[in-house]
């Protein structure tokens, strides 16, 4: 007997459709699988991955995922439980800190870390990489690289397939590439930040995704620096606690190194979830002449998101949109206009809102976005249900993340020559983009082999 | 390697309840589509927006519930009962914190050297221009929620009774955990180092190193950083709780090795923290999502 189902539905991977990566049956749209030249590598600089995801845990390098959370010069989460690091192979990144002493310094001991006799965990402080709480880096490893999976159920719960196993059909946008989470906090502290850009380039990633806005206290709000009141920038003024002068000096290097960086290898920010004029910083600092990419936000319609910033982006993607009610736009969701319509001009955008979600990977169970009914463990034997397994992500983080997932696909595939650097890399991700809108010329978006954005909500 | 043959049986759907798993082939595929095709397996997915911005916004709109501004009161009312199984489990994962690798203290020279930079500020704060931070530091002598509430905008909201229990829990253990560590070294207070100092407040009785202003305040904000990193908030906490423990420093009850020190401190024990909290942190973060 079949069931009464619901009738509206959406596909889960629409925004892989839309970007031209997979076909409206979920194949690789025009590429397979067979054709990876090396799978790419990405270095995600965020929180913590919940590593054993099963879409993600063929995904994730275990070995040379770092943690800086609670350790000063890292620790090593998948490493638990063994002696040594032992020899990873690191790259040079030497010409980098070139003129940046305080950034020469940390490469300096960042290295003696990484020597192959080295312990994973830096004696008894443990790495700040408890699975339940990673909620934010679960969702953006899952849009970048996420396998499809299949994995044991409880057959108490769920009725599944005779083999035991329930399909999780579900892909990043390279489900090919490997991810090396660099887990971070949000503590406003220069030294964290140039360690993660400086591991991220050690561990010679082909992508580097910073779906996070990074807190300086000069770049952030720049414009409050540049007010003169009271005889000093007001920047300084009103900053509720004291810059040491190291800091400043970090800050500034860290601003050069993540350019410098840029031109090895793309670097692809989060342009902002507020409206942020020209983006947030580091997004701010992409331009023509370096790899920075600033990704803003693109919904399933094909119109920028309400919150997303415009101006100086180089692409939008794909991702949740949401409501506005301001001078600015008034976009609003049909859903509350049945409910009430009170203040709502005549002239309006309500019809760009969509509330299509991006569908991303979750923390499995008591944790994440989507937290499992289930208020224990997550049983060994089997799952429980997978609900808890994704949830409906958003923000240019969740933009971000497609577009370094498209990346890295290009560069697995070889369309971005292995020697290609960040400028070069940045120039195919342009040539892949085109506008989705005549009367929005700079608004362009990603489309694997170059065609346009499909809009999936009609 | 991605295996894409489960993408050709299987496919996710979003519907108003939920994701649900759907087999693409008829149901006698012999890949097993058959026996859930066509049903909903879970609804157990909220669909949670993330978006790091208007959060509060939002939250207030829906998340009042029946509650208003009287039922947790403007500050005396907030409180916690005895957090007796935190307490348990932290004793239970003593061998992971107590042994943290802090640095050594200063040696007495050189806290005379910080005690001079302490006496700087002494003469800075008697001027009419800190008048603002002597009445920061006198509030902050006691536990004082709004400076840890006020960066996610629920001072003064009902619906976050989660998300402040686990602040005051993050609080008392990490008091009792940095008393531990102060018993260790036994350093002296700044004044009695350097008797020129008049602190502003009375020096407490403990030892001075490491800060627990310094390392409660830190830990709520690294404990804050795991639950809701995304939030803006988030790093401004780490600025409220550096200007609390900074203002100790202008009270001249702690040296800036102090500060430092209950930094340190809270970082490196945010790990443990987050597993004797586990539980305590969940149900904040569902006042979140």
Not at chain 1, 426 to 444: C, H
Not at chain 2, 166 to 192: C, H, S
Not at chain 2, 207 to 223: D, G, R
Request: net charge negative; proline share 8%.
């Amino acid at each position: 007997m079949k069931p009464y189902s619901i009738r509206r539905k959406q596909d889960a991977l629409w925004h892989l459709v839309a970007t031209g990566i997979l076909t409206s049956t979920h194949q690789p749209d025009d590429w397979s699988v067979d054709e990876i030249v090396k799978p790419a590598r990405v270095a995600m600089i965020d929180t913590s991955v919940a590593m054993d995801h099963p879409n993600l845990c063929g995904a994730i390098n275990r070995s040379r995922a770092f943690d800086l959370f609670s350790t000063r010069l890292g620790a090593f989460p998948g490493l638990s439980g063994q002696d040594s690091i032992g020899a990873q192979g690191w790259g040079d990144a030497q010409a980098l800190v070139a003129g940046l002493p305080g950034c020469k310094a940390l490469l300096q001991a960042l290295t003696a870390r990484l020597a192959p006799d080295q312990s994973p965990h830096h004696g008894t402080i443990q790495p700040a990489a408890s699975p339940v709480f990673s909620a934010h880096g679960t969702a953006i490893a899952g849009l970048i690289g996420a396998r499809p999976a299949r994995v044991a159920y409880a057959t108490s719960h769920i009725d599944g397939p005779p083999d035991g196993t329930l399909p999780l059909p579900y892909c990043g946008a390279d489900p090919t590439c490997e991810i090396v989470p660099i887990s971070t906090s949000f503590d406003p502290d220069p030294e964290q930040m140039i360690l993660a850009f400086l591991y991220a380039d050690l561990v010679e990633a082909d992508v580097i995704v910073l779906p996070r806005g990074i807190d300086d206290p000069f770049r952030s709000e720049p414009q409050l620096h540049a007010i003169d009141w009271l005889g000093q920038p007001l920047g300084e003024l009103v900053t509720p606690a004291s810059v040491p002068d190291r800091d400043r000096e970090l800050w500034s290097e860290l601003a050069e190194l993540i350019i410098k960086i840029s031109h090895r290898r793309p670097v692809i920010c989060a342009a902002g979830n507020a409206h942020e004029e020209y983006g947030i910083y580091p997004a701010n600092l992409a331009s023509d002449d370096n790899g920075v990419i600033s990704v803003g936000a693109l919904n399933a319609k094909g119109w920028p998101c309400s919150y997303s910033p415009e101006a100086g982006l180089t692409v939008w993607a794909p991702s949740s949109d949401a409501e506005q009610f301001d001078s600015g736009e008034v976009r609003l969701d049909p859903e509350r206009l049945k409910e009430t319509d009170l203040g709502v001009p005549d002239e309006n955008d309500n019809h760009k809102y969509s509330d299509f979600g991006v569908i991303a990977t979750d923390v499995p169970g008591r944790g994440g976005y989507s937290a499992s009914d289930f208020d224990t463990a997550e049983p060994v034997d089997g799952i429980r249900e997978y609900g808890s397994y994704f949830c409906d992500f958003g923000g240019t983080s969740a933009a971000c993340a497609i577009v370094a997932g498209f990346m890295a696909l290009g560069r697995g595939l070889g369309r971005i020559p292995a020697p290609a650097d960040g400028i070069a890399a940045k120039a195919w991700l342009l040539s892949q983009s085109r506008p989705v809108r005549a009367d929005l010329p700079n608004v362009i978006v990603p489309h694997l082999g170059g065609g346009v954005f499909q809009p999936a909500d009609p | 390697m991605a295996d894409f043959s489960i993408m050709k049986t299987h496919e996710f759907l979003v519907t108003p309840l939920g994701l649900e798993l759907i087999g693409r082939a008829e149901p006698d595929d012999a890949t097993g589509g058959a026996s859930i095709s066509r049903s909903a397996k879970s609804v157990q997915m909220a669909l949670n927006r993330n978006r790091n911005r208007n959060r509060n916004r939002n939250r207030n709109r829906n998340r009042n519930r029946n509650r208003n501004r009287s039922d947790i009161g403007a500050g005396p009312d907030w409180g916690i009962l005895e957090p007796w199984e935190e307490r348990a489990k932290l004793y239970e994962l003593r061998a992971e914190w107590m042994d943290l690798p802090l640095p050594l203290p200063p040696s007495l020279p050189e806290l005379r050297e910080h005690a001079t930079e302490l006496l700087k500020k002494q003469a800075l704060l008697s001027l009419p221009q800190y008048a603002g931070r002597r009445g920061e530091i006198r509030i902050e002598a006691e536990l004082e929620l709004s400076r840890y509430l006020r960066p996610y905008g629920i001072e003064s909201h009902g619906g976050y009774d989660a998300t402040i229990g686990l602040i005051l829990v993050t609080m008392a253990l990490t008091d009792e955990i940095g008393l531990y560590f102060k018993d260790r070294w036994n350093v002296p207070r700044p004044n009695q180092v350097e008797p020129r100092l008049r602190p502003y407040l009375a020096a407490p009785a403990h030892a001075s190193y490491p800060s627990n202003h310094a390392f409660q305040s830190f830990a709520v904000a690294f404990v804050m950083s795991r639950l809701l990193p995304e939030h803006p908030g988030s790093v401004q906490l780490f600025l409220s709780a550096r200007r609390i423990a900074e203002n100790r420093e202008w009270a001249g009850v702690h040296y800036a090795c102090d500060t430092g020190a209950g930094h340190k401190l809270a970082r490196m024990i945010l790990p443990v923290l987050e597993k004797v909290l586990e539980k305590n942190m969940l149900a904040a973060q569902a006042e979140w999502f």
